[in-house]
């Protein structure tokens, strides 16, 4: 079955001295304010599209990690994720790098890197983000 996830923003001013508000419609958890100095410089309580960006890559990256090891078999005590979304001005958004902190029991480093890379390539986010670099750091914990 289909999804469809809302959200809106409004902006006012011009793009350096402006500011706006993005509302998250669908699950009502609230707005954030968004600027340009919060984009490329520092975020002062203010968040970007490149952090939205990077929530939706580590928790999309964090579900399929989890289902593919669930079906080889193998169950996590833990999954930590995390993504950093780059965006240069005048560029645009050039990567995002995942970070994956795990521990589970019984599985080899060869399995544990063949199911990372799998989710890797296919979580939906990494699919709408193909025209980016997207690492990975995978570190299986003992």
Same mark, same amino acid.
């Given at each position: 079955?289909?999804?469809?996830?809302? #959200?809106?923003?409004?902006?006012?001013?011009? $793009?350096?001295?402006?500011?706006?508000? *993005?509302?998250?419609?669908?699950?009502? $958890?609230?707005?954030?304010?968004?600027?340009? !100095? /919060?984009?490329?410089?520092?975020?002062?309580? !203010?968040?970007?599209?490149?952090?939205?960006?990077?929530?939706?890559?580590?928790? %999309?990256? /964090?579900?399929?990690?989890?289902?593919?090891?669930a079906g080889a078999g193998f169950a996590a005590d833990y999954v930590n994720?995390?993504?950093? *979304?780059?965006?240069?001005?005048?560029?645009?958004?050039?990567?995002?790098h995942l970070t994956l902190a795990t521990k589970i029991p019984g599985i080899?480093? =060869?399995?544990? =890197? !063949?199911?990372?890379?799998? #989710? !890797? #390539?296919? %979580?939906? *986010?990494?699919?709408? $983000?193909?025209?980016?670099?997207?690492? $990975?750091?995978?570190?299986?914990?003992?």
């Amino acid at each position: 079955m289909a999804t469809t996830r809302n #959200a809106h923003a409004g902006w006012v001013g011009d $793009l350096p001295t402006g500011a706006g508000q *993005v509302t998250l419609d669908s699950s009502e $958890l609230g707005g954030f304010d968004i600027t340009w !100095k /919060a984009r490329t410089e520092a975020s002062e309580g !203010k968040t970007s599209p490149e952090e939205l960006i990077a929530a939706a890559h580590s928790s %999309c990256f /964090a579900m399929a990690f989890s289902h593919e090891l669930a079906g080889a078999g193998f169950a996590a005590d833990y999954v930590n994720t995390s993504a950093a *979304v780059t965006f240069v001005p005048g560029t645009g958004i050039t990567g995002s790098h995942l970070t994956l902190a795990t521990k589970i029991p019984g599985i080899s480093q =060869e399995d544990f =890197e !063949k199911i990372a890379n799998g #989710a !890797k #390539a296919g %979580c939906p *986010v990494s699919a709408a $983000l193909a025209g980016v670099e997207i690492t $990975l750091e995978a570190t299986l914990e003992a």
